[in-house]
């Protein structure tokens, strides 16, 4: 039996940590995007969010990130700060075209205190491409780079927009193989997504408001 690569060090998170959402409303300009939204996620679970396109998979998301303020409700987690102990990857990859992948780990390394060093980019079906320029990658490649700073830089709470989007068959399952790594330590997952994520121990469905 082949050994499965371990992305992230023996010691795990708080087990105790909690992600509580109640009552959450969201409103962009005039509309309502949705409003009364709640879960409740502990650590080691997992939210799919699934939705049509209009019914705040992505503004739910940014809400949880802290990059969007709430209309009503509230977010709060058990332990710590919710927004210095999460990552959120979105539809927009934020890597620099200018630099290369070696670089772009480096960076990540420094503003997330991760270890750059200890990363190898063959784990992420990037083996030698340390010196390509980022701008020439592919968006499956820019993808899995971007998934490298999940294991650069861990966090407990993942917050993944379309995690499967432009991925192949091996991306896939390098989402899945890192997602269930992280759950086993403690760690929490929220992801939107239009498609079945087979790591979801939970799932939330958003219905689009009506028009008023």
């Known amino acids: 039996m082949v050994k499965q690569k371990l992305f992230f060090p023996a ?17 962009r300009g005039a509309r309502q995007v949705f409003s009364d939204v709640g879960f409740h996620l502990r650590a080691g679970q997992a939210l799919a969010i699934y939705g049509d396109n209009g019914s705040g998979k992505t503004s739910l ?9 709430p209309q009503a409700g509230d977010i709060c987690v058990t332990h710590g700060s919710r927004v ?10 934020g890597l620099k075209a200018n630099l290369t992948v070696g670089e772009t780990l480096r960076f990540t390394a420094r503003l997330f205190q991760g270890a750059a060093e200890a990363f190898d980019l063959g784990d992420i079906g990037l083996t030698a491409y340390d010196e390509q320029r980022v701008g020439d990658l592919s968006a499956g490649q820019k993808r899995r780079l971007m998934l490298a700073r999940l294991a650069i830089a861990p966090r407990q709470i993942w917050l993944l927009d379309e995690p499967l989007t432009a991925l192949d068959q091996q991306g896939r399952a390098l989402i899945d193989t890192l997602a269930q ?3 086993a330590r403690g760690g929490m997952i929220l992801a939107a997504s239009h498609e079945a994520l087979g790591f979801a121990t939970q799932q939330l469905n958003l219905t689009r408001e009506a028009v008023r």
């Open 11 to 27: 010691t795990g998170f708080n087990t105790d940590q909690e992600l509580r959402v109640s009552g959450l409303a969201c409103a």
């Open 61 to 69: 998301l940014r809400l949880l990130a802290g990059l969007l303020a």
């Open 181 to 183: 790594q992280h759950l």
């Open 84 to 93: 210095l102990q999460s990552h959120y990857l979105g539809h927009v990859d």
